[in-house]
């Protein structure tokens, strides 16, 4: 396909993604299968441009004064991924494919800028109702970092300590430019690539095949080393889903101990089982979502992990669709899931035993909001300080601002070139 081609198949796909109300995955997905004319190329490139219109939606909705599926992607045609619009005119007119050419209209528009007094939701690209939120957890540097979850993620890849070493990961993986990462010591990330570039498919080389590597990216690896686990421990991981973080800490455990992974939906569970075997950890117990499943348990574990269920606003970058879709009644909802998961959770911890509060997002009410509140209500707990526990981790000082008001720790990919992730370490006193 040329570029005429894949402009039309991006509208098409983010008109049946507005129609449909369904995921754009699946939406990318059904283009796909409709029209297997298209190669693994056409399809990515379709899939980049479609992802970068979500992604900065507000503000190329504002520069062209439309938000058709036509407008954003035309916009990211230009202003995101380079074209010259005039250019673009030309190789529309001689493709059948291609859509109709930009109006003189679109033309003016397509190549001017924001007035000075742009409202901030729409330079930050985020919905509007968001910005008080953003603004109290980022203060003058909220529209930043919304900037900078709306750019493109790199891929990035935890090496499993169990059955490899991060210079043997780089070297299986340098034909697709595999670097360390900045700050996990065991991470390895592939850096973005611009306009139609492909992410590389990781999953089909030997070394994932023979578990060597998990893809994760290195936020979720920079929240599983500061929860602290460490060889001989009791360990429950709560919210463990499909087994990302049970696998990270595994390895951190070095076999060694226990680790109780479980989660209150079992679908989400099931990919664990299979990931377990693939990377050797042998020290991992899986607990089905029973009415008694976790009763021998109480008062027992050294750390409780609590990776919560929330709003996946630190997801962004990787599920822009979601982006638009949020809505107060959604956060309202999550709030209340994740304040009844923290009440049912302390409870199987020991004396002196910590609780581990995540979530994958960026929103004060899901991070230090919550955890005031579970303070007011659990006085035996504290929070312990963020940068001791950064210390511990990683043997240098946090970086500088992701230490928060409520002794937190917030990632973004603006503070750490990661997803957005908090983490609160609260002890539990005798």
């Not at 679109?106 to 690209?125: N, S, V, Y």
């Not at 979850?149 to 210079?167: C, G, I, V, Y």
Request: charge should be neutral; include cysteine.
């Amino acid at each position: 396909m040329r570029l005429p081609g894949r402009l039309s198949a991006a509208i098409a796909v983010l008109t049946d993604v507005e129609t449909r109300k369904r995921p754009v995955s699946e939406a990318l997905k059904a283009w796909g299968i409709n029209n297997r004319f298209a190669g693994a190329g056409d399809r990515a490139a379709i899939g980049n441009l479609v992802y970068d219109a979500l992604r900065r939606r507000a503000s190329h909705a504002a520069i062209m004064a439309d938000d058709s599926p036509r407008a954003l992607v035309l916009a990211v045609a230009v202003r995101d991924w380079g074209h010259d619009p005039a250019a673009l005119n030309d190789s529309f007119a001689t493709d059948d494919h291609a859509p109709e050419p930009l109006s003189a209209d679109e033309l003016a528009r397509i190549t001017g800028q924001l007035p000075d007094d742009t409202a901030g939701h729409i330079l930050a690209d985020v919905p509007q109702w968001l910005a008080p939120s953003l603004t109290r957890a980022f203060g003058d540097s909220w529209i930043a970092e919304g900037q900078a979850m709306a750019a493109r993620p790199s891929l990035d890849l935890r090496t499993n300590t169990l059955k490899s070493q991060r210079e043997r990961v780089l070297k299986s993986l340098a034909r697709f430019n595999a670097v360390p990462t900045a700050i996990s010591p065991v991470g390895v990330t592939m850096p973005v690539g611009s306009g139609d570039a492909r992410t590389p498919n990781v999953t089909t080389d030997e070394g994932y095949l023979k578990g060597w590597f998990e893809v994760q990216d290195q936020g979720s690896q920079i929240v599983a080393a500061l929860a602290g686990a460490s060889p001989g421990e009791q360990l429950l991981d709560f919210c463990a889903g499909a087994g990302g973080k049970t696998l990270a800490l595994a390895a951190a455990m070095a076999n060694k101990g226990q680790i109780f992974a479980y989660d209150s939906d079992r679908s989400r569970l099931a990919p664990i089982y299979d990931r377990l075997k693939r990377n050797g950890a042998h020290n991992v117990q899986v607990r089905a979502p029973l009415p008694d499943a976790l009763d021998d348990l109480v008062g027992k574990m050294d750390r409780v992990i609590i990776d919560a269920p929330c709003t996946g606003t630190g997801t962004w970058r990787r599920r822009p669709d979601t982006k638009w879709k949020l809505s107060p009644e959604l956060l309202a909802q999550r709030v209340a899931e994740q304040a009844a998961i923290l009440a049912d959770a302390r409870r199987f911890l020991k004396p002196d035993g910590t609780l581990i509060y995540i979530t994958c997002s960026i929103l004060p009410e899901e991070n230090d909001d919550q955890v005031a509140a579970f303070l007011a209500a659990n006085p035996d707990f504290a929070s312990l300080d963020p940068q001791t526990l950064w210390q511990a981790a990683f043997g240098a000082g946090a970086p500088a601002g992701v230490a928060t008001a409520g002794a937190g720790i917030a990632l973004t990919p603006r503070l750490t070139g990661t997803d957005g992730f908090y983490l609160n370490a609260l002890r539990r006193t005798p």
